[in-house]
């Protein structure tokens, strides 16, 4: 059993995508026995209007519910943030994605403190898109600068018992966080990881009850975070952990 | 056969140059990667001199050392110190096996201290793995961009150029040298965004396109990923993975 922690469906605005719709992301996952998919709505990225991203995103997956599990995209800097959070929990997801990069804030936002506190109150996990994309090949007119973490020890100590990925992050994020992670809910996805065998150093950072498979598709090719399995050489409850372990016991 | 054009075996800090060599060993083996070229050194030296220049190689070469049957030295060469290249390719290349050359961002690859490299690979029938990248960032003032590669590519028909990198920015860099036949770009060194393969396939054929993982910065997964995921025919897959670079290196 796989859970993929990191997809996405809608057109990516830059480039054209072979699996961007359901039936293509539900077919890459056939093809790599992964059993379910969260995701979100490419269009949380760019829109203003996250409540029409997300009603896009439910309306691509219908149907395919029981595989891939809408995370509904919430920007606290942005009026009315409440009522999309709101209408996200009456419509059936299961959690929060962030792009403060995107949405113009940062994690010493006081805003993004009420909306945490708000996630919290549902018992909801959040996820916190560090990078969507390589600054290096952002568009020309589009130059989005990476998250900035210096703020997340608060963020952490403020909220110990949220559960909370960091999507996009690497083994050396890890090494340099890892005092934070012991005791919370708090993991990073191994979308970015990269380096020989990065999965099993970031493993060894924080613990494999902290990483979460994830791969970032359609954007990247799915099967690169396989093999980042498979290069890591884990096995056992290592391994179950990241693979779904993790993940099940993340969504409650 | 599956061979990697483009590592660099750089440590973790405390691990020594065989740990390092085991762990990388340990990772090909568990995807299925046989061979790996291994350039630049122990560290990345934007500006090399000429004692540095030496160093670096002889770490290349203590590194093939260790897995002789695994690992295949390219020799780091640099126009700033063009004799100096030309000495290291009669040690290493000449005399010492290695079966290829590697130009990084000292200097832009169309710099005229390239000639003199780039005339000896083509007595000895190297390839030369050439640095590109197009960082709308910016780039380095002396990093290359898949453009200056191509004027080096045209002063040099009779050298085969691996594009190190596929020019970074890959939608635009396959299409720079989608005309120039003796340019073939590499995989490596970027995120594994869907689509690189079948894009470089259709642009350039997959008799042009060669893995490379840039580990030990790269993880082979993401990079090999990007072939064995790409909605291309197995016989492609076959000559990207390790038929096209086999055929572009001298016995």
Same mark, same amino acid.
């Given at each position: 059993m796989i859970i993929d922690s990191n997809c996405t469906l809608g057109p990516w605005p830059f480039r054209r995508l072979r699996h961007s719709d359901a039936a293509g992301l539900l077919g890459l996952m056939d093809g790599l026995g992964i059993t379910q998919a969260w995701v979100g709505a490419v269009e949380g990225i760019f829109y203003r209007d996250m409540a029409a991203a997300n009603e896009q995103l439910l309306e691509r997956i219908s149907g395919h519910e029981d595989r891939l599990v809408p995370w509904a995209v919430v920007n606290p800097a942005f009026p009315g943030w409440e009522e999309d959070l709101q209408e996200a929990e009456q419509a059936g997801f299961v959690g929060v994605r962030l792009y403060p990069n995107y949405h113009a804030? %940062? $994690? *010493?936002d006081p805003r993004l403190g009420d909306l945490l506190g708000a996630v919290k109150a549902l018992h909801w996990p959040v996820a916190i898109y560090a990078r969507v994309q390589d600054e290096r090949l952002h568009h020309w007119h589009m130059l989005v600068p990476p998250v900035g973490f210096a703020g997340l020890p608060q963020v952490v100590e403020r909220f110990p018992d949220l559960p909370m990925v960091i999507c996009g992050q690497t083994w050396q994020f890890a090494q340099q966080f890892? !005092? $934070?992670? *012991? !005791? =919370? #809910?708090l993991y990073l996805d191994i979308s970015r990881c990269e380096g020989v065998a990065g999965v099993a150093d970031m493993v060894q950072a924080i &613990? *494999? %009850?902290?990483v979460l498979f994830g791969s970032h598709a359609p954007l990247f090719y799915l099967e690169a975070a396989v093999l980042k399995i498979q290069e890591a050489g884990l096995e056992g409850t290592a391994r179950e952990a990241i693979l779904h372990g993790n993940a099940t016991r993340l969504l409650g | 056969m599956v061979i990697d054009c483009h590592i660099h075996l750089m440590p973790h800090p405390g691990e020594t140059q065989a740990q390092a060599a085991r762990r990388t060993l340990a990772a090909m083996d568990r995807l299925g990667i046989d061979k790996a070229c291994v350039s630049l050194g122990d560290r990345l030296i934007v500006q090399p001199n000429a004692t540095e220049l030496r160093e670096q190689n002889a770490w290349v070469a203590s590194t093939v050392a260790l897995a002789p049957d695994r690992f295949i030295g390219f020799v780091y060469c640099s126009p700033n110190h063009p004799e100096l290249s030309l000495e290291l390719i009669e040690e290493y290349a000449v005399r010492g096996g290695f079966r290829g050359i590697k130009l990084w961002v000292c200097q832009l690859a169309d710099h005229a201290g390239n000639d003199a490299i780039c005339r000896r690979a083509a007595q000895l029938g190297l390839p030369v793995l050439a640095h590109t990248w197009v960082k709308v960032t910016g780039n380095m003032p002396t990093e290359s961009t898949p453009d200056h590669l191509v004027t080096l590519a045209r002063r040099h028909p009779d050298v085969n150029f691996i594009m190190a990198h596929a020019g970074g920015d890959w939608e635009r860099g396959l299409r720079t040298v989608r005309h120039v036949p003796h340019i073939y770009p590499d =995989?490596? &060194? #970027? %995120?594994?965004? *869907?689509g690189f393969t079948e894009l470089a396939v259709a642009l350039v054929g997959a008799e042009r396109l060669v893995f490379g993982s840039d580990a030990t910065g790269r993880s082979f997964a993401s990079q090999l990923a990007k072939v064995t995921g790409a909605d291309i025919t197995d016989d492609q897959k076959r000559l990207i993975l390790g038929d096209n670079l086999e055929r572009l290196m001298p016995a």
């Open positions: 804030y %940062d $994690l *010493a890892r !005092g $934070l992670f *012991a !005791g =919370t #809910n &613990g *494999a %009850d902290h | =995989t490596c &060194g #970027n %995120d594994p965004e *869907a």
